[in-house]
């Protein structure tokens, strides 16, 4: 009984016109032999499973076969027939892994003098070759710059910088791209049709999806599919190897985003996360199609610059329909924050609870431009009619409430520089609940002020004061900035600053009620006037 070959031997491309994905190398090299413009030494760059060695041998065949060089050549000539079967002994690959030090080297640069045993070209393929120590490279290099006119060198590496740039110099550069998963759906569903599986569309998108650009790991995973499923394979037992979130899921959860649906959004998670799904992927995928949302939107459509099956595409077009380009801006801003701290989290799913609930904040919150609107508005109407009561009352309150116009036209520059704070993170109710440092009683400022404009004045001062005090520790830290974002003031009595905690968020009091944290915002807050200022975190319900 002949051996079993696994399918992604089975099917690897042996010459050009069979590599997927890969055009702008593979024309480039034809031309080059059509041309007679062959250099010695070439390196070939991409992420794993994209067909960098496969490229070099396919090339090496090209430059060795009978009547060579040649861009084509018959499947039987016996010459391309060696190299593919690993007989040619003019055709040696290297593992740069595992033959990294100088001494290897050396004895590679001695062999070169030797003229090829049966081809036109001697031809040296180094797999990895970052993996060379400094001194193996050195040693190369005077044979690579000037090799005798029968050798060639093909390099292959996932990780171009650590190549020594006296290297790279010598070298032609291809660099090799992810392959679009609507090719690697193709691909894959000629294949399944040779090995008789079935397989539906759904289960191909989530093998692709799963692979990022690489086509060995598709091919592999459908291998193994096979082994696991027998003939016929569904989406579900994709998503179980991959532990990826079901398409139709990820989607329903952006909509959930987009809608505000903070109960069903955190459920979703739950289920997800129960299932064993992989959370930093979900978080992930769900960056991406928010930026497939935002180039949707922008590009009209143009599908040619998303990598989306017709499904997703159909479901993009309505969802464009249902937010404003400045609130889906927001939320990616959320999202690719939260892509970049998750491997620090020490519960990734409750980072990622948070995270969504900050996303459905982002969708709601308002621009810098709509608050200093807002605040234009109130400046410009403070000057109306004052409240009846004679001469001796706009006496007494045209002082006060010039007093306080003028402070929230000064605050209004601390808002300014706080616009990641106020858009990102809103807190009306809880300004409210501050009481002001003021000497004078909040009743008896809002006595000698017309109660229609004080309120909403007095809001918005103390708006810029927590804004200000969120900015200044979040230049020190951003973690607790973070933190202090789900908090709102509660009150600022004889220099001491309460901040509540909602029972959502409690589970967070212990860790940010902690000496170093509290000494940090003591500090800005001493910075920012507040003489011998204290703070204090308790839990306690945000004020509707």
């Not at 520089?417 to 106020?422: A, F, G, I, R, Y």
Request: hydrophobic residues 40%; glycine residues 6%; aromatic residues 4%.
């Amino acid at each position: 009984m002949s051996s079993y070959q696994v399918i992604a031997r089975k099917y690897r491309p042996q010459r050009f016109s069979e590599v997927i994905g890969q055009e702008h190398v593979t024309q480039t090299l034809a031309n080059a032999i059509q041309q007679g413009r062959i250099a010695h030494a070439y390196l070939f760059v991409g992420p794993r499973g994209t067909g960098k060695t496969t490229i070099a041998r396919i090339f090496a065949k090209c430059l060795n076969c009978t009547n060579g060089p040649a861009a084509d050549f018959p499947d039987d000539d016996p010459k391309a027939r060696e190299i593919t079967d690993g007989r040619s002994l003019d055709v040696l690959e290297i593992d740069g892994a595992s033959n990294r030090g100088i001494d290897e080297i050396r004895d590679l640069r001695e062999t070169t003098k030797y003229a090829p045993a049966g081809s036109r070209f001697k031809i040296y393929i180094i797999d990895e070759v970052h993996m060379l120590t400094k001194e193996a490279f050195n040693a190369l290099l005077k044979t690579l710059e000037e090799p005798p006119a029968h050798v060639k060198f093909m390099f292959a590496t996932t990780e171009p910088e650590k190549v020594l740039p006296t290297i790279l110099s010598r070298c032609q550069r291809f660099d090799l791209r992810r392959i679009p998963s609507s090719l690697i759906v193709k691909h894959l569903s000629e294949i399944a049709s040779k090995e008789k599986v079935q397989i539906d569309d759904a289960a191909l998108y989530a093998i692709a999806r799963g692979a990022e650009g690489g086509m060995r790991d598709a091919e592999s995973t459908l291998d193994q599919l096979i082994s696991f499923c027998g003939d016929k394979i569904q989406e579900s037992d994709v998503l179980s190897m991959f532990g990826l979130a079901a398409r139709a899921q990820l989607l329903s959860l952006a909509t959930m985003i987009l809608q505000g649906s903070a109960s069903e959004a955190l459920r979703e998670l739950n289920d997800l996360a129960k299932n064993g799904k992989d959370l930093g992927r979900l978080l992930s995928d769900l960056l991406g199609h928010f930026r497939n949302l935002m180039i949707h939107h922008y590009s009209k459509g143009d599908l040619s610059l998303m990598d989306v099956s017709e499904a997703e595409a159909s479901t993009l077009q309505k969802q464009a329909t249902e937010i404003a380009p400045d609130s889906l801006t927001r939320i990616m801003e959320v999202l690719a924050d939260a892509e970049s701290r998750l491997r620090d989290a020490a519960s990734k799913k409750i980072f990622l609870e948070l995270t969504l609930l900050k996303a459905i904040e982002a969708r709601n919150a308002s621009s810098i431009d709509t608050v200093l609107k807002k605040l234009n508005d109130l400046r410009n109407g403070s000057g109306g009619t004052p409240p009846s009561g004679g001469a001796s009352t706009q006496a007494k309150t045209a002082t006060p409430a010039r007093a306080a116009e003028a402070t929230i036209v000064q605050k209004s520059s601390a808002l300014q520089e706080t616009t990641s704070t106020l858009v990102g993170h809103q807190t009306p109710a809880a300004a409210k609940g501050i009481i002001p440092t003021s000497d004078e009683p909040v009743s008896a400022m809002a006595a000698s002020v017309p109660r229609s404009a004080t309120d909403d004045k007095l809001s918005l001062q103390l708006d810029g004061v927590w804004g200000e005090l969120i900015e200044a520790v979040g230049r020190v830290s951003p973690f607790m900035k973070t933190y202090l974002l789900e908090s709102h003031p509660v009150a600022l009595n004889q220099n001491v600053l309460t901040l509540g905690f909602d029972p959502a968020f409690k589970d967070h009091l212990a860790l940010v009620d902690t000496p170093k944290n509290r000494a940090v915002i003591e500090t800005k807050l001493r910075e920012m006037g507040h003489r011998d200022a204290s703070v204090r975190f308790i839990a306690t319900e945000a004020p509707a």
